[in-house]
């Protein structure tokens, strides 16, 4: 099992411009998640799902929308990228029914100029 | 919603000796709390969780106290070693329809040999 994976690893957005992050789980989770990291912030949720076709907002939604077409794919998207969305963003996922663990991806580095 | 707060932002320890991470939170609700540990460039993984019905959990070097009246609950790892070294995450959550983990803002634990 490749577990949580993440692509790209790595993205530089000029303001305005728009992209979409990856996540894909193996586990057949049925719960997935994006956080965002930032320096002394720990990490906050941004949106969640709890199973395919179903989303909803975390913490810090603003600016970004999210879908998940597949139990196993959770995409987030930013429309509109800006400078204050600069990041690390982390994709989580746990099988509630088995665990409450979250698993995490490695991770995707985003800088906005 | 659910805050919480962890202590220290950084710590330092010779090896060999005990290190201790403490954090509070808010809501009384909250009956999950796990810890994760972060390595550079990585995505955080578990290293051991507690509920509310436990005072006291272990797993070799590594300990979770919960004390439920004070809402907070506190890491240590004992006999550190250099491999310790890394970014420890509290967080806590109701064990509800979603799961959404609220995380504490991260201790950096340095282990010098």
């Known amino acids: 099992n490749a577990g949580v994976t993440q692509t790209p690893k790595f993205r530089v957005l000029k303001t305005g411009q728009s992209m979409t992050l990856l996540c894909a789980q193996d586990m057949n989770h049925e719960y997935m998640y994006w956080y965002r990291q930032d320096p002394g912030m720990g990490l906050r949720l941004i949106h969640y799902?709890?199973?395919?076709?179903?989303?909803a907002k975390g913490e810090v939604p603003d600016g970004y929308n999210v879908s998940r077409l597949k139990k196993q794919n959770f995409l987030l998207g930013l429309e509109s990228a800006a400078p204050s969305q600069t990041s690390v963003y982390f994709c989580?996922?746990?099988?509630?029914?088995?665990?409450?663990?979250?698993?995490f991806g490695p991770g995707t580095r985003l800088l906005v100029l | 919603g659910e805050n919480v707060e962890q202590h220290p932002s950084t710590l330092s320890v010779q090896e060999g000796d005990s290190a201790v991470i403490k954090c509070t939170y808010s809501?009384?609700?909250?009956?999950?709390f796990p810890w994760y540990k972060q390595e550079l460039g990585k995505g955080p993984q578990l290293i051991i969780d507690?509920?509310?019905?436990?005072g006291e959990k272990k797993d070799q070097r590594i300990a979770v106290t919960l004390n439920k009246t004070a809402k907070h609950f506190s890491l240590h790892i004992t006999e550190t070693q250099p491999e310790d070294s890394a970014v420890y995450f509290c967080a806590a959550t109701l064990m509800d329809s979603s799961y959404k983990l609220i995380f504490g803002s991260g201790t950096r634990l340095l282990v010098r040999p």
């Open positions: 989580a996922s746990t099988g509630v029914l088995k665990s409450e663990t979250q698993y």
């Open positions: 809501d009384s609700a909250s009956n999950y």
């Open positions: 507690i509920r509310s019905n436990v």
């Open positions: 799902s709890v199973g395919e076709g179903t989303t």
